[in-house]
């Protein structure tokens, strides 16, 4: 074959390449910047303790002995180490992270502070694949600006609610891109895939704040979501 033929074929197969229709998006972009993750943990254990978020988030989402709950997002397992022991031996709590690195420190933790009513799951950044009707509380912690697809991450994660369970979100008053999330853009996400905001408090000594929400509509056909699309 000629060295023409040779470069004909080789430049009719790249454009065939490219003219390969990509998969249609079944879900509405975000709409509005994402914070890139930046690390798996937000602050130094000591100083949260000091803030007592942890304390007062966990008061206010009403965590109790025998609960089922989810911690999406756990980085280095700030929140699923102080929540095992509020649930007790009954209460079962899965940690999900996207990371694998992640995922595998804190499975570390787990078996090396003897949490037995702990499991670990590594989760996708559209899905966290949490068991359906499983969970009493879902927390999102400091986490929600980091979700790359908003609407297919929210409308995966109630399905994870048991019949009156809540989705509980703590982030920070501030646009995305200072690593927060403005809480009305917050509730209008969610309230897109039929979750409805039933709780909501500043806490206390930060600018972050506690929101609760719970299934108030069947979940829409991802092609119904109506996005938000604003911009902070």
């Known amino acids: 074959m000629s060295s023409k033929a040779s470069t004909l074929l080789f430049f009719l197969s790249l454009a065939a390449c490219r003219a390969?229709?990509?998969?249609a998006r079944v879900f509405p972009e975000?709409?509005?910047?994402?914070?890139?993750i930046v690390g798996d943990s937000f602050s130094t254990e000591d100083a949260r303790d000091r803030m007592g978020e942890a304390e007062e988030v966990m008061r206010l989402a009403g965590v109790?002995?025998?609960?089922?709950?989810?911690?999406?997002?756990?980085?280095?397992g700030y929140y699923t180490?102080?929540?095992?022991?509020?649930?007790?031996?009954?209460?079962?709590?899965?940690?999900?992270?996207?990371?694998?690195?992640t995922r595998d420190r804190l499975a570390q933790r787990v078996e090396r502070e003897k949490l037995d009513n702990v499991a670990v799951k590594l989760?996708?950044?559209?899905?966290?694949?949490?068991?359906?009707?499983?969970?009493d509380r879902i927390f999102l912690v400091h986490v929600y600006h980091e979700v790359t697809e908003p609407y297919e991450f929210a409308w995966h994660l109630r399905d994870g609610l048991k019949p009156n369970g809540l989705v509980i979100v703590v982030d920070a008053d501030r646009p995305v891109k200072r690593h927060?999330?403005?809480p009305k853009e917050l509730a209008c996400e969610l309230s897109a895939v039929g979750l409805k905001l039933v709780q909501s408090q500043r806490l206390a000594g930060s600018d972050a704040?506690?929101?609760?929400?719970?299934?108030?509509?069947?979940?829409?056909?991802?092609?119904?979501?109506?996005?938000?699309?604003?911009?902070?």
Do not use: H, W
């Open 64 to 76: 109790a002995r025998g609960m089922s709950v989810a911690d999406v997002g756990a980085g280095e």
């Open 81 to 101: 180490v102080r929540l095992a022991p509020l649930v007790g031996p009954r209460g079962r709590v899965l940690a999900e992270d996207i990371v694998s690195e």
């Open 20 to 23: 390969e229709p990509q998969p």
């Open 209 to 232: 704040y506690f929101m609760a929400f719970k299934i108030a509509a069947p979940r829409p056909a991802p092609q119904a979501i109506k996005p938000c699309m604003t911009k902070d």
């Open 30 to 36: 975000a709409g509005r910047d994402v914070a890139p």
């Open 123 to 135: 989760g996708q950044a559209s899905n966290p694949l949490l068991p359906k009707g499983s969970f």
């Open 180 to 182: 927060g999330m403005r």
